[in-house]
């Protein structure tokens, strides 16, 4: 019989308390309560919650449970009535930079949790459903203050059906257990602290602190982002999805490639609102620098195939419009295959991981891939990449032997495909 | 006259972050009557490219490309004592970098070739927000803007603002140019009156002479 103490709901009520008063004393709500909240404040916790709830919304495909799948997709549809009270309200999708990089921090985390830890989202969707609850004491005052005639959609759809919503969620945690430092609760609690942080920015507003890319990434610089939360959300999960595929990625460059990876991957998806052959040309000179860089083009080629899912399924953008990525792709793993073949590739991989199995079972596929780029003219694609993975002093004599192995059977087996020979 | 030999001396000092080493090179360039135009192009512009070229390919840090291009920025003031001897033409440009482009040696190369030819160049340097740029245009009345972009991902904010440009200024002759154009490929503007995408300094000069 199951300890009525250890249920999912009061584990996550008793985990969050604290936070969830301290969330309810942050300084945007206060000023909401107390009528002092500017439009643009309003605006940017429009901008937080679209985020939010879009990031949920595409972490929760991956839960088993079809009623939590459910759920995260009605906060899906609450995020989408966010986007359009800004855009009625004649605000722009970009949240202020404070705010988006305290809300991008939570984001990540949640779509992390979705491939990673899918049962994790239990404590994101308690957080997003139980906000539903106040928005009835909320809403008259956003009328009061901002007028009869603003947007509303965002707190109508919160509204509708929420206490039998409430008792058919409640339900559904029944279903589960949790410890106390379980991976839901930890969720639940860092979504209240950075939503906390995010709509602390908004009153008094922030200036405008460095750039949208920045506050994705503060390594990134100035360069174009997307900004709109789905669009944003799709960049993320693409980049997350290829971190998840290559352990080399986290092994090599830690929590600073992820946010590269973030920051890049929200750049590339701009581009698909340029012309093609700007796309492309910007891409392949992407290609170029990741590739110098220990990131061979299998990699970016991994991620625009993802890109270009994410952006057609969960964006619902027009095919024509992401088609670019594939394109992009596909040139990538043509320019490969002439070097190197897949079925090579295979081969190697297969003798690789007999003679050296590790956790970084990825790697043999990315030193092949290296050649074939080596092949195609990238210098520096095999030195950048077995600096780091031959290194005996990191991984030890064994694998490293294997490394050089591996690099001499994919250059002998390049050899005979290309067209070029190696050139090293 | 720039030998193959001391361009690769200059730029081994150059990527050592020789400051002194390169200063003397340029002095001597200068003392022995080069011209100004073959000390930009063939030389800063020359060595610049290459060290872009090396930061692609992972060959040297983003340090070592800031320092060449600070030293490379340092040096050319070397030359303005001559600059400034050039006798004025009454022309008027504004030199700046797109919105967000924290690039800015290319434009300041811009605005002195415009001034090695007489004209008066006010250059703003890197990243001028778009309405001090309307500002500015609109107190000083240059006959020409000319925008550089270094990074291509500058453009959307550029394709935005240059239809605020010529809402406010429906004359003005604009030329963008840069780096960023080697990937952007088509010209973004051509349906645009007056906005000229250049892609050498040369046509610059030939769109103004």
Request: glycine content about 6%.
């Amino acid at each position: 019989m199951q300890d009525s103490g250890t249920t999912a709901l009061v584990r996550l009520r008793a985990a969050t308390r604290s936070v969830h008063q301290q969330l309810q004393g942050c300084s945007f709500v206060t000023a909401l309560v107390a009528g002092e909240a500017s439009k643009a404040a309003y605006g940017g916790f429009l901008q937080v919650m679209a985020l939010l709830h879009a990031a949920i919304d595409r972490a929760g495909q991956e839960l088993a449970d079809p009623t939590l799948r459910e759920f995260a997709a009605s906060t899906g549809r609450r995020g989408r009535a966010a986007q359009r009270d800004l855009a009625a309200l004649g605000l722009p999708p970009e949240p202020p930079t404070a705010a988006l990089r305290e809300s991008m921090v939570v984001a990540e985390e949640i779509l992390w949790a979705g491939l990673a830890e899918p049962e994790a989202l239990v404590g994101a969707l308690y957080v997003m459903q139980g906000s539903r609850q106040g928005a009835s004491d909320l809403l008259p005052l956003i009328a009061e203050h901002f007028g009869d005639d603003v947007p509303q959609e965002f707190w109508s759809t919160g509204i509708e059906g929420r206490a039998d919503d409430w008792t058919r969620f409640v339900a559904a945690l029944d279903a589960h257990t949790l410890a106390a430092t379980s991976p839901a609760c930890e969720l639940a609690t860092r979504l209240f602290v950075q939503l906390g942080r995010a709509l602390d920015a908004l009153h008094p507003l922030a200036a405008t602190d460095g750039s949208a890319a920045m506050a994705i990434n503060p390594e990134a610089g100035n360069h174009v982002v997307v900004t709109e939360a789905r669009r944003l959300v799709a960049a993320t999960v693409a980049g997350l999805r290829c971190w998840r595929d290559y352990p080399y990625y986290e092994a090599r460059f830690g929590a600073r490639g992820r946010r590269y990876g973030s920051s890049d991957s929200a750049w590339i998806t701009a581009l698909v609102d340029e012309t093609e052959q700007s796309a492309l040309r910007q891409l392949d000179w992407l290609a170029g620098l990741l590739t110098s860089r220990g990131m061979p083009t299998l990699l970016l080629e991994r991620q625009l195939r993802y890109l270009h899912d994410e952006l057609r399924d969960f964006v619902e953008l027009d095919e024509s419009r992401c088609a670019v990525l594939l394109r992009a792709a596909d040139t990538l793993g043509d320019r490969r295959r002439t070097h190197l073949h897949d079925e090579a590739i295979e081969t190697l991989s297969a003798r690789f991981e007999a003679a050296a199995p590790l956790a970084l079972a990825d790697v043999a596929s990315l030193v092949a891939c290296a050649v074939a780029d080596e092949c195609d003219g990238h210098t520096q694609a095999v030195p950048s990449l077995t600096s780091w993975l031959a290194d005996e002093a990191r991984h030890g004599e064994a694998f490293s032997a294997a490394v050089t192995q591996l690099l001499a059977d994919a250059r002998s087996a390049a050899r005979s495909t290309s067209p070029l020979g190696v050139q090293r | 006259m720039i030998t193959p030999d001391l361009y690769q001396r200059y730029q081994q000092r150059l990527l050592a972050g020789d400051r002194r080493a390169c200063g003397e090179i340029v002095q001597q360039l200068l003392d022995d009557g080069i011209g100004l135009e073959e000390l930009y192009l063939d030389l800063f512009q020359t060595a610049l490219y290459e060290v872009g070229s090396l930061w692609e390919r992972n060959r040297i840090s983003v340090a070592v490309e800031h320092t060449a291009t600070a030293i490379t920025e340092a040096l050319m003031s070397l030359a303005y004592p001559r600059l400034f001897q050039v006798r004025r033409i009454g022309r008027t440009a504004v030199v700046t970098c797109a919105t967000g482009e924290l690039h800015q040696v290319g434009a300041r190369m811009v605005a002195d070739s415009l001034e090695m030819r007489g004209w008066d160049a006010h250059f703003l340097g890197s990243n001028t927000p778009l309405p001090d740029l309307l500002r500015y245009v609109d107190d000083t009345k240059p006959e020409l803007l000319a925008i550089s972009m270094s990074i291509s991902s500058s453009l959307p904010r550029l394709q935005q603002s240059i239809p605020q440009i010529r809402s406010a200024q429906q004359d003005l002759t604009i030329a963008i140019g840069g780096q960023a154009f080697r990937l952007i490929g088509e010209d973004p503007f051509a349906d645009q009156p007056k906005v000229h995408v250049l892609s050498a300094m040369s046509d610059l000069l030939t769109l103004v002479a």
